[in-house]
């Protein structure tokens, strides 16, 4: 649904992850990792608790340095580059942290302007400027730019990491749980102010997550982690069609695994789908 309508023989391959290994001593967690996404192209992550999302994330942004594989960005591997290439490369991401991690001792418009005040060095009161927009562009006044995180919903904590993780106009952007805590009228939001950054700005998006509905709304194409690898990859469409056993199971909610398990998990199915219906209606 995010994908640019460029011909597809002009598209560009955006990252390209090749076999790809991590373990933390005898926990193999990364056992052969590949997907590639194109420009302008959004993949969702799904996988349960545990399976190697985050791990999986922190690897592809330099976070953790892979035991084994390739990572491609924009053809280049930055396993093979050296510190400065890859701070370079690191330039083209953002990052929408897991429960937003703003930095408490700052004020919004800090936080958001973070890379651009510190890293960058722009004047403040450029970077003002630009926080204006993203705080507009996120659904936020500009009034909060002076108050601390510790005075903002948990919503609006969302939206300003969202608004940090777009203020550089990155090429990249990487959504770490986006939704997870958050009642289902903001997820809906967060889901809607994912698909428009990342067409804003042209931008390809990964997006780790166990919430289907969100996986749902903002995928181009989907991939499901578990043990290690990614044991399916589809179409954002294809999800429900699909017979793999593991990604029914997982769509049908892991959790219904009781003796009439069958019953149970066609409701959740169901019950998946219309909320990601009910969230598409309520953020119209
Ligand atoms: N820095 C680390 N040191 C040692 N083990 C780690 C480290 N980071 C992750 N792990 C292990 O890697 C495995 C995968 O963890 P990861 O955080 O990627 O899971 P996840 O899929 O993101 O789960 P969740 O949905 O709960 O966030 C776990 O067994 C975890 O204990
Ligand atoms: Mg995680």
Redesign the pocket.
Known sequence: MIKNKKDPSTKKSKIQVIDLHKS??K?H?LRGINFEIEEGESLVVL????????????CVIGL?TPDKGQILIDGQDVLKMNTRQQDEVRHKFGMLF?GAALFDSLTVWRNIGFELLYNQKLSADKVQRIVRQKLKAVGLDDRVMELSPAELSGGMQKRVGLARAIASNPEIIFFD?PTTGLDPIMCGVIDKLIVQSLRDLNACGIT?T?DIATARFVADKIAM?KEGKLVWTGKSSDLEKTKNSIVKEFINGHVHKTDNSSIKASKASKKALEVAAKRREQTK
């Open positions: 933390f001593g926990n967690v996988g349960g608790s545990g399976s190697g999302k985050s791990v999986l994330l922190k953790l897991q749980e780790i166990h982690l």
